[in-house]
């Protein structure tokens, strides 16, 4: 899709007329965004790994994440949300370096 | 009706922006209007008073600074609630607006020229949000090079922005236009940005007598503002301003073409309303002495008034000649000039700005192309461009396009097709060669 994942992808037949759609480009849905898996924004960038090992559950990284891709449990870090994560490596950054339980690897190594 | 349609007719009120309004009461209206001594700037400064909007973005420029002016002082006095604020340039005056009016606030401004140049961005957004507003526009030659007074240039560069564009030949009309503009706009069929264009100095400056109507039959003519769609709604959140994928964006350009044509309506209803409460009745178009005519003028804004003064002066002679004035160029009223124009032989359209490399300016190109559907007996239509930055127009050079029009009805081809009324010195060649577009005449 030429449209960088800013699509809906879904087919014509599935998709309002004009008439349906609010005026001036309204959206009344709040929290859509989750729906729109823009992960591989990353393309052949970078994909932070966590090292739970490693982690001090700071939570610097969930803090500054701009996408909210740190996944929570109890108040602690268990993962990142790889659909939304667009690899900015932020969080790698706000790591304390002490720990650096967060390393960026190319993305061309999961391949 | 989908879902999304049938939520979009929940009640949704602001607080604090909305109130129950009050019915209209004309005899109340005509007992306590007052006939006042106004510039345009003074009597749009009024209006704005009388309607109270609840923000007031703004940036002075000339010739509507005074616009601005007033309304700072009616705060200061405490005869306004609204919020002025005053910004760093014109760009972020329209940014404010848009915010604003996203908010779910009633939004004006004013500008001229270079301001509303320093507007482009914000004026597609404001149009493609849907965001009604109004904008009183105080038209000014745009630079280079630097002229200060009046044409259309402007405004005709904003006429494919989305907004609604009223253009007024007087300064009543001026005062009728904001109050006007603010229920047309905000009409949920309409739902679009307004510009009420006033010219340069000849109205923003110029003094007039004028009824000031009674503030609160105005505010009850106007009524309460209430959108559906607003930031400050926790109960029904909504956002503005998003990414809109390739799917989706044609869509929303069809909404507010929608808007525009449902305007034309809307336009016709706001202004019989207005006749009825104050006397004074609007339409799309402000015909005059067209009923057996055989040739006329087409004009928008204040020189109107000069070239009906010289169409009284023939039609003593016995010249069957008319002024045919346009108040909105957006929506192009086409369907309603073209019955007007159809029985007539010869037609010159009289455009305040210029388009360098077009054929010809912007009324008359869309005169011309409205009318190619009946070419068989359509009349000539010729384009003149006069006045531009603030060059007068006198009644002379309007005698001298009515006989250009009579010549032309007689078969003479050397009329030329477009030619700057007032300008020294030969017209460029490949213009005379244009020769009238040599319609037959009378063939229908």
Known sequence: MSSGGFSTEKPDAELPPWQEMLPGSVLDQAGNSVHRKTGFWRGGGRRPLLDLKLCVQCLHCWISCPDACFILSDGKVIGIDYDHCKGCGICSRECPPMVNAIVLIDEGRFR | ?444
């Open chain 2, 1 to 444: 009706m989908t879902a999304s349609r049938r939520r979009s007719k929940t009640k949704n009120e602001v607080r604090g922006m909305s109130t129950q309004s009050v019915p209209q009461d004309r005899a109340d209206s005509d007992r306590s209007r007052k006939e006042v001594v106004l510039s345009g700037n003074m009597a749009v400064a009024h209006a704005l008073r009388q309607v109270d909007p609840h923000v007031f973005p703004g940036y002075p420029i000339t010739p509507s600074t005074k616009i601005m002016e007033m309304v700072a002082s009616f705060i200061a006095n405490g005869e306004m609630q609204c919020e002025l604020v005053a910004v760093e340039s014109e760009h972020s005056a329209l940014s404010v607006a848009v915010g604003a009016a996203a908010a779910g606030a009633r939004v004006a401004s004013a500008t001229s020229s270079q301001g509303l140049a320093f507007m482009w961005e914000m004026l597609y957004i404001a149009a493609g949000s849907q965001l009604p507003m109004v904008l009183a526009v105080g038209n000014r030659a745009l630079s280079a090079p630097i002229n200060g007074f009046s044409d259309h240039g402007e405004a005709m560069g904003a006429r494919d922005s989305g907004w609604l564009q009223f253009h007024s030949e007087s300064v009543q009309e001026t005062y009728d236009n904001i109050v006007q503009a603010f229920r047309i706009g905000e009409d949920r069929r309409v739902r679009l940005p307004v510009m009420v264009c006033l010219d340069g100095f000849v109205l923003t400056h110029t003094s007039e007598n004028i009824f000031l109507e009674n503030d609160e039959a105005i505010r009850n003519f106007v009524r309460p503002y209430r959108t559906e769609y607003t930031l400050l709604n926790p109960d029904r959140p909504v956002s503005y301003g998003l990414g809109d994928p390739p799917e989706f964006y044609m869509e929303h350009k069809m909404r507010q073409q929608a808007g525009m044509e449902r305007a034309l309506q809307v336009i016709e209803e706001v202004g019989a309303e207005f006749g009825r409460c104050f006397g004074r009745h609007y339409g799309l178009l402000d015909p005059y002495r067209m009923e057996d005519a055989e040739v006329a003028i087409v004009i928008l804004g204040s020189e109107a008034g000069r070239v009906k003064n010289v169409v009284d002066e023939l039609r003593a002679s016995g010249k069957k000649a008319g002024v045919l004035r346009i108040r909105f160029v957006r929506p192009f009223p086409d369907e309603q000039i073209v019955k007007h124009l159809l029985p007539l032989r010869a037609v010159a359209v009289m455009d305040r700005s210029y388009a360098p490399g077009a054929v010809g300016a912007p009324v008359f190109q869309e005169i011309r192309s409205s009318l190619y559907e009946y070419r068989g007996g359509a009349p000539h239509v010729i384009n003149r461009i006069y006045g531009l930055g603030g060059r007068e127009l006198r009644a002379a050079d309007v005698r001298t396009i009515f006989s250009e029009l009579d010549s032309l009805r007689a078969g003479n081809e050397s009329v030329p097709a477009i030619r700057l009324v007032g300008l020294r010195g030969e017209p460029l060649p490949n213009w005379r060669d244009q020769q009238a577009f040599k319609m037959p005449v009378g063939q229908s």
